[in-house]
């Protein structure tokens, strides 16, 4: 069974810090490029950072760098999300995607088909 579940959100106030988890199974990671997204109410959704765990390559949006840190842990099949000094603007609900083909594997690049999703977790940051 194909599984790709977030954990991690909460709420906490402008400042703080969460880490997002993004647990895979049924399926390979080093396939697919994978991507952090988020969507905020009334908002558009927004790419927040991808990771190519074959190679290490990572990509940010630029309202999430310096702050935001994507990494995996291949052995455990699993992605996460540092986020740091989040600021209520994060708020939002946070998928991971795994995305095809596995490269490039950049924000902003158009010909790729999402093959899986979590069902998201909430980050509510409050001021």
């Known amino acids: 069974e194909v599984q790709f579940v977030e954990s991690g959100g909460g709420s906490v106030q402008a400042g703080g810090s969460l880490r997002l988890s993004c647990a895979a199974s049924?399926?390979?990671?080093?396939?697919?490029?994978i991507a952090w997204i988020r969507q905020a109410p009334g908002k558009e959704r927004e790419g927040v950072s991808t990771?190519?765990?074959?190679?290490?390559?990572?990509s940010y949006a630029d309202s999430v760098k310096g702050r935001f840190t994507i990494s995996s842990d291949n052995a455990k099949d699993t992605v996460y999300l540092q986020m740091n000094n989040l600021t209520p603007e994060d708020t939002a609900d946070y998928y991971c995607?795994?995305?095809?083909?596995?490269?490039?594997?950049?924000?902003?690049?158009?010909?790729?088909?999402?093959?899986?999703w979590g069902p998201g977790t909430l980050v509510n940051v409050s001021s």
């Open positions: 995607t795994a995305r095809w083909p596995p490269r490039p594997c950049i924000l902003g690049t158009l010909n790729f088909v999402v093959a899986y």
């Open positions: 049924g399926f390979t990671l080093e396939d697919y490029c």
């Open positions: 990771i190519s765990v074959t190679d290490g390559t990572t």
